[in-house]
């Protein structure tokens, strides 16, 4: 029987996967569309990675005027996290190219944040043009503008990202019922959540 290669088809791994989040900041909590939703997916995924063991890099963009990173994702990292300050859009600076440099097995990242259109959008095409294949976690992706946030969707995937949620992607990093962690991560999707960010294919 053929086969397809993982990189072609997507198919996530955990031993290769990290998760990237983007600019989650408290100057954007007003003015986001769906924010909450950004803010409940982005704590969920930052548990869910600690709890599967894949690295985490958070970026900020350009705190001293936008602020820092939202309380809500802080208190769910552990103590010594860094979080990388940017004022380039795209998180893939020379700091997070470090960090990279220290994951020589990741080859998947898992990305969510703001503002889709443009600091998720121009992280995408880095991350694409390095080699990197790119899952976009859709339920924590958002812009201040709804049609923004469509074209920017539809762009990433025109460049050949993944379109994705956070559940669907915790289940296929898990991929069995007897992986040791999946009574923790079954709980942690169970939880009650911020009213989901309606996702359309269409503008």
Known sequence: MATASLARVGKLLPSTSALFVCDVQERFRPVIHHFPSVIDTARRMIRGANTLGLPVVITEQYPKA???T????VEALPPSHRVIQKTLFSMVTPEVEEELGKMPDVK???LLG???HVCVLQTTLDLLERGYEVHLLVDGVSSQRAHDRAVGLQRVAQAGAFL???EMVLFQLMRD???KEFKAISALVKEPRADPI???PSL
């Open 66 to 68: 936008l602020g820092n």
């Open 70 to 73: 939202c309380v809500e994702l």
């Open 108 to 110: 998947q990242v898992l």
């Open 114 to 116: 703001i503002e889709a």
């Open 164 to 166: 994705s949620t956070s």
């Open 177 to 179: 019922a007897k992986h």
């Open 198 to 200: 309606k996702f359309t």
